[in-house]
């Protein structure tokens, strides 16, 4: 199984952080995975977040 490189929430969006929009690669979610909780950085909460499902399409891939 593959590895997940973990997304630093302090470089996340907003949007991201409300898992609007994939915390990997920055597209609005249609079907959406969990990746796990990280600590927001604005309000020190837990919060979940999403990335594309199955995976990222690539094209803003970093
Ligand atoms: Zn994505």
């Known amino acids: 199984m593959k590895t997940t490189v973990f997304p630093d929430p302090a470089r996340l969006t907003g949007d991201q952080l409300r898992g609007w929009a994939c915390a990997l690669c920055g597209a609005r979610l249609y079907r959406d995975r969990s ?28």
Do not use: H, K, N
């Not at 990746?35 to 970093?62: F, I, M, N, Q």
């Open 35 to 62: 990746l796990g909780l990280v600590p927001d950085p604005y309000t020190s909460e837990y919060v979940e977040l999403w990335a594309c499902a199955p995976r990222c399409s690539g094209r803003r891939a970093r």
